[in-house]
């Protein structure tokens, strides 16, 4: 078995052994944005018993997992509590009502997390087509389901009655989108919007989103399928309907971070907002039935840096349990390692390089040897967070490499998070890094096919942390100690700025 023996090293120290390939990554003082969190949906499907096991949830969240999730997406299931009559195209042999996700919901909570709804579509009565069901299917005629205009303003009250019974149940919600996937025609449950109608709905009518009685509760755009910008750069450039919208949302199936997402984002940046990409699986070619290969691996944790690259605050990934994802569904026609119920597959180790170690830190500019456009063989990133830097590389080659890690300020010692899949399979294993003196510039290993996660301790110095420069005057917004963001704060508070800092404050 391969052993990764030392990584060392202060540059002084480095000169005589530098004889593989290089690959650099330059670190600057400028801030981006700050990452607020990586998570997954409690859905149904491959979460059945829908209402019962909670198993994933515990897995995968908090400080005390192995992963360290922090958001759960949930449907907003158009049914209420206790219409538990199941349409005969609903497929799902549970019942589908909002008691659903409300028991993984709960521990999401309890273990600090965030807990976001998404309507698949509002109840049949408030659409063109009488039912829930999205209208692209023989039994509805391929009537179009859409929410009708004189039913705009039934729709946030019934977001509101979802807010009220979770927060009766012991839940309450941080967030609530517009609509899943508004551009799809779908034969399951599903409305369509427009880029002008999601306009006119939220310009309109989500000032009846009760922010009052829940006044940590955000509003999510409409979630395109593909991420498509008329989406939410209708919403911005209204100013009336951007004050309402606290974060723009979609999926990237069919569209690579790097093009849709990136282009909504940027508008997203110049009104401060957050940009979550909330739904996306990366399935297995051909619908092979198998556990994803390590290659596979590998571009779900490219998928990811990307994302951040392109401007995310927060990734969602599609389901927790499925062969493809988290968590084993204990299908042995899948393989060993899926055919135990409920264990932790490789997927999730990828996810944790960044859930457990990026959340809650500030991505940093920087550029890498390999461009990520035109050569991204090798991908990397940087972040701040406290007195920790952290260096993510990603290496798809089939050979190593001397990584160059020059920065803006020196470090001192730390860790290297290694998962890599040439024979071994190992996964976040933890290997010390020893420096010879605090330094700006640093050469470690990075193996071939292998994901790696360098966290570097901040010298406490003039060069430190305390004296990096940022491009703008840092914002400033309020949060409760559960970590709900709150329009208008009281009380005990944190006040959180935008370069990553915080504090706890008293506001009258």
Sequence with gaps: MRRLVTFVLAMAAVTAVCAKAKVTITVSNNRLQT?????????????????????????????????????????????FEGDVKVPEWNYWDSPYDWNGSL???????????????????????YKTNGTAQGGNADNQGNQRGKLREDCYDKFFPWLNTFLKWMHDKGVDVDAVSVQNEPDW?????????????????????????????????????????????????????????????????????????????????????????????????????NDEERLPNWQEQMTFAQEVNECLQAGC????????????????????????KNKVKNRLLPRAYVMSHFSKYVTGSTLMESTCSFDLVTNASIETSAFVKGDSLIVLAINTLSSDRDFIIKLPFNVTSGDMMLSWGNETDELCQKYPIEVAEPSQRLVVELPAKSIATYVFKIANEDTSVSSVTTAAKPTKEYYDLQGRRLVKPRGLCIERYSDGTSKKVYVQ
Aim: hydrophobic share 35%; with cysteine.
């Design 35 to 79: 990452i607020t969190g990586f998570g997954a949906a409690s859905c149904f499907g491959a979460m059945e018993p829908y209402a019962k096991d909670t198993q994933p949830v515990k897995l995968l969240y908090g400080d005390e997992s192995a992963i360290g999730l922090n958001i759960m997406r949930m449907e907003i299931s158009p049914n």
């Design 313 to 336: 605050t927060g990734y969602i990934y599609w389901y927790m349990r499925a062969h493809w994802a988290f968590v084993s569904t204990g299908e042995s026609k899948y393989g060993d």
């Design 185 to 285: 025609w779908v034969s399951y449950s599903g409305c369509l919007y427009t880029p002008d109608e999601q306009l006119n709905l939220v310009k309109n009518y989500a000032h009846m989103l009760d922010r009052e009685t829940y006044p940590g509760v955000r509003l999510i755009s409409a979630e395109p399928l593909g991420f498509d910008p008329q989406y939410s750069d209708k919403l911005l450039n209204d100013a009336t309907a951007r004050n309402q919208v606290d974060i723009i949302a979609g999926h990237i199936y069919g569209h690579p971070p790097l093009v849709n997402l990136k282009n909504a984002a940027k508008k997203a940046k110049q009104y401060g907002k957050e940009v979550w990409m909330t739904e996306h699986s990366v399935d297995i070619p």
């Design 103 to 125: 028991p993984s919901a709960k521990i999401v909570k309890q273990r600090g997390g965030i807990v976001f709804g998404t309507p698949w579509s509002p109840p049949g009565e």
